[in-house]
């Protein structure tokens, strides 16, 4: 069964500062991986998708890593903004059937000016 | 904007009562997925249609039913509401079949039983 962990669950950085939250799977059979964002009572945006043959992706100040073998993802966020404050998903596509996304409980990152 | 648009936004019920959420997929897409947010958690599959037809089928019990219509629009019906069914319920939109499955959600519909 795949399981997918966020680490950490919850992060306080100043404004302009470099970030990283990291995900973490254990299955390494997965078509893709999808990074969202959640601002309170939302629904998610998608930021990123990784394919399993790729091993990373950039959109903006955004930059996430694919490593499928040892079953890891980073997200990456350059010159952090208040902006940016919001809950942050990793999801992996399994590939048992039905392409369901299997969610971490994501990472709360809250950026103060 | 996702194109996906997901009806009500709130809805309150009371246990024991039905409910019936609806989800309009993104235009060109085949697959509806559905899945429940607990306070605090990450999204937990529910199930998914494809073609009209269940596509496979998370942990929930039966009571929990869905269809897709042929203009790939779709309904997610609780029956026996309980009040652990309180939760954000969201909707996703993909393409199956192509390489790049992206995933597109909708805003969600907020469900209090009380």
């Known amino acids: 069964k795949q399981e997918v962990t966020q680490i950490p669950a919850a992060l306080s950085v100043p404004e302009g500062e470099n970030l990283v939250l990291n995900c973490s799977f254990t299955d390494s059979a997965i078509y893709n991986l999808q990074w969202f964002r959640q601002d309170p009572g939302k629904g998610l945006t998608s930021l990123l998708l990784?394919?399993?043959?790729?091993r990373e992706q950039t959109s903006g100040r955004l930059n996430a890593s694919l490593d499928k073998s040892s079953g890891r993802s980073t997200l990456y966020i350059a010159a952090s903004q208040p902006g940016d404050s919001a809950t942050y998903l990793c999801a992996v596509t399994d590939q048992g059937g039905s392409e369901k996304l299997v969610f971490g409980k994501g990472t709360k990152l809250t950026v103060n000016p | 904007e996702t194109g996906v648009t997901q009806s009500p936004t709130h809805l309150i019920k009371t246990r024991g009562q039905q409910v019936t959420l609806r989800c309009s997929s993104q235009s060109g897409h085949n697959t509806v997925s559905w899945y429940q947010q607990a306070l605090g958690q990450g999204p937990q599959f529910i199930f998914q249609y494809y073609r009209e037809e269940e596509n496979g089928r998370g942990n929930f019990p039966p009571r929990f039913s869905g269809l897709q219509f042929p203009n790939y629009s779709s309904e997610l019906n609780v029956n026996a509401l309980e009040l652990d069914d309180s939760a954000l319920y969201l909707c996703?939109?993909?393409?199956?079949?192509?390489?790049?499955?992206?995933?597109?959600f909708g805003q969600g519909t907020r469900l209090t039983v009380v």
């Open positions: 996703a939109s993909s393409l199956i079949g192509h390489l790049n499955t992206e995933a597109f």
């Open positions: 990784i394919q399993s043959s790729q």
